[in-house]
């Protein structure tokens, strides 16, 4: 049992989170941890589309979405022989974050989070910075740029 036996590492599929699960996956590596690659499928920002969108069209497409975003995680982790669980959440990214690492005793949440401040900051809402204030849990941020 080590520090890190778990490590969560939350993503996106974007070219930018890349840089947050290098980091997730070299600690976990370190630590011969298991890493939990979790996809939020963001079930609020389809909630405003019109009723004539399905929203179940929508939602398959974000899961497979999710699924790649996982799948680019695995080949990642692959490399270090890391072993990978594979999540997939519906909600509110930062709340699901929070809440999967409670529930799942995880060690360390490794983020990625933008070095935007001000105006960009609030208008956005960074997910980084409500888990951060939410979660009991240790968390990591990896600046990742734009």
Known sequence: MGLYDRVLVPTDGSA???RAVEHAVSLAA???????????VNTASFA?????TTTEGVSDLLA???EEAIDAVAEVAADSG?????VLLNGTPSRE???????????LIVMGTHGRGGIDRLLLGSVAEKVV???HVPVLTVRVED
């Open 16 to 18: 930018e989170t890349r």
């Open 30 to 40: 370190e630590h011969d941890a298991t890493l939990h690659a979790v996809y939020v």
């Open 48 to 52: 405003s589309l019109g009723a004539e």
């Open 64 to 66: 497979e979405e999710g």
């Open 82 to 86: 890391v072993p990978v669980e594979r």
């Open 97 to 107: 974050i929070v809440r999967y690492a409670e529930d799942n005793d995880i060690d």
């Open 133 to 135: 204030r939410s979660s």
